[in-house]
T-cell receptor, first 114, second 117 residues
């Protein structure tokens, strides 16, 4: 595709439900990042993949958060037993594996936990 | 750890005027990149301008330019001839060059730019 695609665009979940958010990066992009953006804040790093390897998951806020990228392309961010504080926009970004390569962002998924 | 600070939660400017958005950062590294991203209501982060820390010359992209002061760790964005389409949240971001592409971005909290017609 032409850009990074994320789905769904909006997700409403009842507290305690599990959710799965999908990210389709730009074809050929080795690096993939997930960010969490709370209302009125800047995005905060969650986790990083290089191909299928999850090299950094230091930003995941709890063990309820899990991310995977099994074939080194599409990635899924899963949140188990959602809590109200999980309500945020979840952004995915991809780039070539070079420090000077810009990150290309998707439109994000807005998760609301009621 | 690196931190990025944007001290202006909101700025307002008249259409066609010039506005400057402030950003400071803290790092012990000498090799890094700085960015300004624009986030309209569509939520997509759009890269506005990028600066390599090893370059002394300030980056420019059409109506957008930066004032990069490495010693002061300051990285402000100047928007000339402001247009209604410039209205958005603007985020300053830092990226280390030590990880060979594995480093993500550290963002500030953002500045909401309002363009008055």
């Amino acid at each position: 595709g032409a850009g990074v695609s994320q789905s769904p665009r909006y997700k409403v979940a009842k507290r305690g439900q599990d959710v799965a958010l999908r990210c389709d990066p730009i074809s050929g992009h080795v690096s993939l990042f997930w960010y969490q953006q709370a209302l009125g804040q800047g995005p905060e790093f969650l986790t990083y993949f290089q191909n299928e390897a999850q090299l950094d998951k230091s930003g995941l806020p709890s063990d309820r958060f899990f991310a995977e990228r099994p074939e080194g392309s599409v990635s899924t961010l899963k949140i188990q037993r959602t809590q109200q504080e999980d309500s945020a926009v979840y952004l995915c970004a991809s780039s070539l594996n070079q420090a000077n390569s810009p990150l290309h962002f998707g439109n994000g998924t807005r998760l609301t936990v009621t | 750890a690196q931190t990025v600070t944007q001290s202006q939660p909101e700025m307002s400017v008249q259409e066609a005027e010039t506005v400057t958005l402030s950003c400071t950062y803290d790092t012990s590294e000498s090799d890094y990149y700085l960015f300004w991203y624009k986030q309209p209501p569509s939520r997509q982060m759009i890269l506005v301008i990028r600066q390599e820390a090893y370059k002394q010359q300030n980056a420019t992209e059409n109506r957008f330019s930066v004032n990069f002061q490495k010693a002061a760790k300051s990285f402000s964005l100047k928007i000339s001839d402001s247009q209604l389409g410039d209205a958005a949240m603007y985020f300053c971001a830092y990226r280390s060059n030590s990880g060979g592409g594995a480093d993500g971005l550290t963002f500030g909290k953002g500045t909401h730019l309002i363009i008055q017609p």
